[in-house]
């Protein structure tokens, strides 16, 4: 009696059916694909490379504050679309290397014959009346927070350091060639 009973253990112990393999295999690929979704990783690489951008804009804006204090002008460009902005203040020491935001499929600013921008290693500068600067750069991450805080028309989300408040911030912009505003109220 015995026998039968170990003869019966054996045969119910063999293992797993097809069935519950293809089963339990189902159902962690739907569980990879809900956390894949839930991560995102493409949002997070964009989140990252702002996140330099970010750390850019407000160290560029704290050397020009730098410069305005010893030199009491701002570096001006005469115009040029080409003038390297940092050139001056790695001469001046404020800033010991370009800083060059990360390279995505972000277009930098574009400025046109109106507006007065320089483009250096990514950044985009622009004075006015030698008193006031703005350094600004478009923002990969278009995520709900970001665009949450833009109005209607404008779809260009930018991290932007105004002179005016001393400080860097989002802002929106209406097109890759706006300006944002010395004075525009950062979110």
């Not at 339990?24 to 997070?44: D, F, K, M, S, W």
């Not at 460009?77 to 370009?98: E, H, P, R």
């Not at 930098?108 to 009346?129: D, L, M, N």
Request: hydrophobic fraction near 35%; charge should be negative.
């Amino acid at each position: 009696m015995t026998s039968a009973l170990l003869n019966i253990k054996k045969a119910s112990f063999k293992g797993f059916t097809l069935i519950e393999l293809l089963i339990v295999i189902a159902i962690l690929g739907i569980l990879a694909a809900v956390v894949l979704v839930a991560i995102n990783p493409a949002e997070q690489l964009a989140r990252a490379r702002d996140a330099g951008r970010q750390s850019g804009i407000s160290q560029l804006g704290h050397a020009l504050q730098s410069y305005y204090t010893t030199q009491q002008s701002l570096p001006t460009s005469t115009g040029s679309a080409t003038w390297d902005f940092q050139a001056t203040l790695i001469s001046t020491q404020d800033i010991q290397n370009n800083i060059t935001a990360p390279t995505s499929g972000v277009t930098a600013c574009s400025p046109t014959a109106s507006t007065t921008v320089s483009i250096s290693h990514g950044y985009c500068y622009s004075e006015s009346a030698g008193t006031s600067f703005v350094v600004w750069t478009p923002l990969e991450s278009q995520n709900s927070t970001n665009l949450a805080k833009c109005t209607s028309g404008n779809t260009y989300v930018v991290e932007v350091y105004s002179s005016t408040q001393g400080a860097a911030g989002i802002d929106c912009i209406t097109s890759s060639t706006s300006v944002p505003g010395t004075g525009d109220v950062l979110h």
